[in-house]
């Protein structure tokens, strides 16, 4: 019986002895770079405050909803009834909520998730390497493991790194749907549940459903296909629940607003996309080999951007050739064209997604890194220029990685003047001189509420008679100043300024305050002015 045609080469053929030198350089490779992976993790881990991104509030909020059996709707405080989001769909906040329930206040457990799923996602790159050989799937694992974008995103509280595992594992197991082979009961229920999940954690997760469904469809597997449609539909009933979703089944107002409605001329569209997906271009070295970016702009100026654009164009070329050689090589192997069709309608979503909040955000491509690493390396032209594109690849992986732990974000932006204000500020003064219950008055309530465990209404605009009326109504019994989370680190911005002012003439001094940090909580007893 001949070997199968996937495993052509390399160790983990089937039936093919394992040479103990060749099983020992990879063994000695996998151990260096998970050690290399786990130590980077451990020094990036607390950068960013939780909080600080806003999202990671709505998710942690979300979570502890659940854990409380209200369903995933947040409220920060009385002035602001419970409500879903609508931009935060349910499945991340799901997997935080047993953490959530288990240290209903603790932020640092919750970032267990980001770590486990970084975990899974690189044993999934590791079983994508295994369809070339030995070599192949370590160094796909080191450019992936390295990579300075998904050690960041795994210590914080978002659903970037969760996704990525999701969504790559429907895919490898829904390869095994669109191969000849008769699938299992127990794969359709693996592979359904996954892409519910996806779909249930990020919007674009409707892209691992397509590209399965599409992949069948293309070698004419018109049940297959049915049964993944039924299936997937099916877990997405949840959303049905009471406070499940912000009023419609699956695309809130929020996303309708920033897929559907944005350019409706086609002209206008077309061109709208057209200058997503060049940016989206322009940022593939920034994602591959990350000594691009805003540092090296600083230095080389209008060079590095043609620098950056000229290595654009060579990966690109890399990863199309490589991805026409693995059809060619194997046309049989469902593996490719599942990806394929998934990259496609990840970069159609991406392209047509308006209202970033900076920009081209590279922490989008992250899930595509493992196939772009797998298509570049078949892609590139011999082992000479492979070799040299991992050098440098890994080169910048770890240099950025030395340069973000010796130059922590909080502080770079502290510098910079922007930024990554530490929402927390004033929490264990909080916590040791207020009770439970006693709402606060601040600005950014959602992130404040989160960090200081405490219910939080917003502040408003400066304005002592507003904020006397406000105080009575919902029971404020305490005013938290504080560096705006969009402002400049350790400095009021314009609103905070003027509250300070405001609240020195009429003679109230702060209960408590750290000058260095710019942070004042000021005592609001009720019924006095």
């Excluded at 309608?345 to 690493?373: C, D, H, I, K, Y």
Aim: proline residues 8%.
């Amino acid at each position: 019986m001949p070997l199968s045609p996937r495993f052509r080469s390399g160790p983990f053929r089937p039936g093919r002895p394992l040479d103990p030198r060749t099983l020992g350089g990879v063994r000695r490779g996998l151990t260096v770079v998970l050690v290399a992976f786990a130590i980077l993790v451990a020094l990036r881990l607390d950068e960013t405050p939780v909080g600080s991104l806003t999202d990671d509030a709505y998710y942690v909020a979300m979570a502890r909803s659940l854990a409380a059996g209200h369903g995933p709707v947040v409220q920060a405080g009385p002035d602001v009834a419970a409500a879903n989001p609508g931009l935060f769909p349910p499945g991340y906040p799901l997997m935080l909520a047993p953490l959530a329930y288990a240290q209903p206040l603790g932020l640092d457990l919750l970032k267990l998730v980001g770590v486990l799923a970084s975990l899974a996602f690189l044993g999934l790159a590791w079983r994508l390497g295994r369809h070339d050989d030995s070599t192949h799937s370590v160094l796909i694992l080191a450019g992936v493991a390295l990579n300075p974008w998904l050690v960041a995103w795994t210590g914080r509280v978002t659903s970037d790194v969760p996704f990525a595992a999701i969504a790559l594992g429907a895919l490898l197991l829904g390869r095994g749907l669109v191969d000849g082979r008769a699938p299992s009961p127990r794969r359709y229920a693996a592979v359904i549940v996954l892409a519910g999940l996806a779909m249930l954690t990020r919007t674009i997760g409707l892209a691992v459903l397509l590209a399965i469904v599409a992949s069948l469809l293309g070698r004419r597997r018109w049940v297959r296909a049915g049964v993944m449609l039924a299936g997937t539909a099916a877990t997405q009933l949840v959303l049905l629940l009471p406070g499940w979703s912000a009023g419609a089944l699956w695309l809130g107002d929020g996303y309708r607003e920033q897929v559907l409605t944005h350019h409706a001329g086609l002209g206008a569209r077309a061109a709208f996309m057209a200058h997503n997906l060049i940016g989206y271009a322009q940022e593939l070295p920034v994602l591959m080999i990350p000594a691009f970016g805003r540092p090296l702009e600083a230095r080389l100026g209008a060079a590095a951007v043609w620098l950056q654009a000229a290595v654009a164009v060579a990966l690109l070329a890399v990863i199309v050739i490589g991805a026409v050689r693995r059809r060619a090589d194997d046309p049989d192997d469902a593996t490719s064209p599942v990806l394929l069709w998934y990259t496609g309608f990840t970069l159609l979503a991406l392209a047509n997604f308006e209202g970033w909040p900076s920009g081209v955000q590279t922490r989008l491509l992250l899930p595509l890194l493992p196939a772009l690493w797998w298509w570049a390396l078949r892609g590139a032209p011999g082992a000479g220029a492979r070799a040299v594109l991992v050098v440098v690849a890994l080169v910048a992986c770890l240099g950025h990685n030395a340069w973000r732990v010796a130059r922590p974000l909080e502080e770079a932006s502290a510098r910079a003047g922007h930024g990554f204000v530490d929402p927390g500020d004033g929490a264990a003064w909080i916590t040791a001189n207020t009770a439970p219950g006693d709402v606060i008055m601040a600005q950014e309530p959602l992130p404040r509420h989160v960090r200081l465990g405490r219910p939080v209404i917003a502040l408003g605009e400066p304005d002592l008679v507003q904020m006397e009326a406000r105080a009575a109504r919902y029971g404020a019994r305490w005013v938290l100043l504080a560096p705006s989370l969009e402002g400049t680190p350790r400095k009021l911005d314009a609103a905070g300024a003027r509250w300070q002012a405001l609240l020195a003439q009429t003679g109230r001094t702060p209960a408590w305050q750290d000058p260095a940090r710019a942070i004042s909580i000021y005592c609001l007893p009720v019924g006095t002015d």
